[in-house]
């Protein structure tokens, strides 16, 4: 670990979001090479002559490098890490694999849906043994101002990690905090680190109760409208999300204890949380578009990813599915049927026992 830790990394990063552009230049910061690719192709394109400016926790100028390709992202790079929604993975995942290398680290930041699986298991079939490391959900929050400007809301004070192969769980752990620094810890395997993200279970009844807000591109903060109705339809998603994880062999923690460790809050009940949360942080604002990650992401990937495995396991959801079949009806999009990773993966015709012991 100590090796590891006084290494210089050149770090490859898939995506030019929020996130992508945040550790960016966290990286470079703390003394690392970072390059990005866009898989738009247009994304960091101002970055070729431009710094990268960064505000917030760790503000900084930094200069990164901007890949041209999949090809050259990889072949410059010692590892990867793959920051941009999960509705892009598969697609992302796809074109860096014919460019990977023995022995290569992938990061997938935040895994959901087990992509990393599919990462995972598609390079095996390439004949490639790689090692992908999960985050359930981002080292760092943020925010894209421009494309050269990025403000870093918040470094996490906890945040898991599982690994493929199982075995090289360690040296993943390592590694990222080699990378971000302390506060990793070691998570059961991969389905682990996707039900640890509780994303869905919070955003999906966030935007159900607020659609008119967001359909009227209204100024609305989050944990404001996080009222004591929209607290309790999170519970319900959140009991279930918990249900579902037990009938895997996992224990997880109720969401209040994932809000405390994440943000350091110290109230018991989630509708206090949210209140003490909007009174120290003042927001953030809540989506204006339709078309926000909150249901393009989270409902396919994360509430009908939980449905899917429910029915692996016989764990009945009838909250989760309720807000899925909410959204898609007030949206006018099954959501159900844009989760790409779920029929590759052939969870229809998996098992509990099969499942985990692919992972």
Known sequence: MTELAGKRYRVGIAGAGAIALASAAWLRQVGHDAMLWSPSGQGAEALRTQPLEASGVQPCSVSVEVADDAAQLCLASDLLLIALPVNGHKRVMDALLPFLRD??????????SLSSLYLYESALRAGLRITVASFGTTVLTARRESGTQVRVMTRRKAVGVSALPSANLEEAVAL?????GDGFFPQK??????LANVNPQSHGPLAVFNWSRIERAENWPQYHCMTPGVARAIEALDLERRAVA???GIELGPIEEHFARSFGTESARLEDIAAE???????????????????TEDMPYGLAFIEALGQIAGVPTPATRTIVDAASLVSG????QQNDLLAPLKLAGET???LLARL
Do not use: W
């Not at 949360?277 to 249901?295: I, Q």
């Open 103 to 112: 022995g290569q680290t992938v990061i997938v930041s935040s895994m959901a």
């Open 176 to 180: 990222c905090t080699a990378l971000f």
């Open 189 to 194: 395997n991969t389905l682990a680190s996707a």
């Open 246 to 248: 037990k009938a895997f």
């Open 277 to 295: 949360l909007h009174a120290k942080r003042g927001g953030p604002p809540g989506p204006v578009r339709t078309d926000t990650r909150f249901v």
């Open 333 to 336: 999009t099954e959501y159900r």
């Open 352 to 354: 509990v026992a099969g």
